[in-house]
């Protein structure tokens, strides 16, 4: 700066206004540089500081996909032994009649509904994070899809299978004289037993059996199996 002040009091002495200019020109360009300089450790700090967050975010995304997946043995090993004997009650080649009258678990699948939710606290952050550099969207993108359409899905076929063994109790409650023993101690006197062979409990089985075996079970292990690629995709980054 001092050069510049040195050639501005020559350049005035001297009336040189052409050289006064160049001054007044170079000084605009060094606080245009500095304006420059400085914008550009502001917006690489601020790209720092989002990308950090994403990869936070990601990292709980991460952590809930495992959780989910470790969730999802255990309820698919319930679901596949469910099905297993859902559709041994509803084989014609069998005897079904004297099968179901002694079959005890086949009694008990409409009382109770295993299950999961989808753990959802990495992607609510993820989905209203609005900060996603360029090159990280596709990925993140891809990662909202994912979870928009398997919760719907499962949510609902989860909601519907809920509901249907509400359903179910109530109707046994509100109908059945033997349903305290049967509920309270395990009890199923002959009337019980017959109940649990008859066509209005095989069509039960029927609707849960294809709720299940057509849409939670694929469900499931469809997003186990993405879910996996996903958490392969985060470890990458």
Known sequence: ???FN???NKAMSKKRIGKYLAYAVGEI??????ILIAVSINDYQKEKSDREELNRILSLVKKDMLNDIKLLKEVLYDFKYNEKLMSKMLDDSINNSEYLYKCYACRYILSEYSTMSINTKGRNLLKTYNRVPIDKRPLVDSINLFYDNYIDHIDMNNQFMKDEIIEFNKYLRDNKTWFK???????????????????EYLNRITLANAVISDALIPYFESYKIDAEKYIESIDKL
């Open 6 to 8: 040195k050639l501005r």
């Open 181 to 199: 023993a049967y509920f309270n101690d395990g009890r199923c006197n002959e009337d019980c037993a017959n109940y649990f062979k008859s066509q």
């Open 1 to 3: 700066m001092k050069f």
């Open 29 to 34: 360009i060094l606080v245009v540089i500095g």
